[in-house]
């Protein structure tokens, strides 16, 4: 079963990875790839049976886009930061801040009001990060699954 999810999880940071924008740059793959292992980390902390290898990849998504957008400049701390608000933002409909100790970078996520689309519940985001004082913000939806995990639709 161990197994089953590392390829799972292996299979959807390769996909996105190939999905990295830039045109080589480094730092949004790396970002990608990162954003995806954290993601599936805490996806894998939901569901049970299927569910839970389903929560994994929607967490590898979810985690791989906000990786590829934000995290470019993000080490992999700062990710997962960001990554937990994220998910804590979209579960809840509350805006989250995080902070990095180690190296101040810090932002918010602000989830915007639900909306059904396809019998989904689904939210917009801004999702702001600082570094070195400078906002980078990206926006987009993210539905919910059947098993509670989110997955970024645009």
Do not use: E, H
């Not at 161990?2 to 299979?11: A, S």
């Not at 805490?42 to 998504?61: D, E, N, W």
């Not at 934000?70 to 960001?82: H, K, M, P, T, V």
């Not at 933002?89 to 902070?99: F, S």
């Amino acid at each position: 079963m161990l197994l089953k999810k590392l390829v799972i999880v292996g299979l959807a940071a390769s996909l996105l990875t190939g999905c990295a924008t830039g045109g080589g740059n480094q730092n949004a793959t790396l970002g990608t790839l990162a954003g995806a292992v954290g993601g599936a980390a805490l996806g894998s902390a939901f569901g049970s049976g299927s569910g839970k290898v389903a929560a994994i990849a929607g967490g590898a998504l979810l985690g791989g886009f906000l990786g590829n957008q934000i995290g470019a400049a993000l080490d992999a701390d700062s990710q997962r930061y960001n990554t937990a608000a994220s998910v804590q933002a979209l579960d809840t409909g509350a805006p989250q801040q995080w902070r990095n100790p180690q190296n101040g970078v810090y932002g918010t996520v602000n989830p915007g009001p639900v909306a059904y689309v396809n019998n989904r519940t689904c939210r917009p985001y801004t999702n702001t990060v600082y570094i070195d004082g400078q906002p980078q913000v990206a926006r987009g939806t993210a539905c919910q699954n059947p098993d509670g995990s989110w997955q970024v639709v645009g």
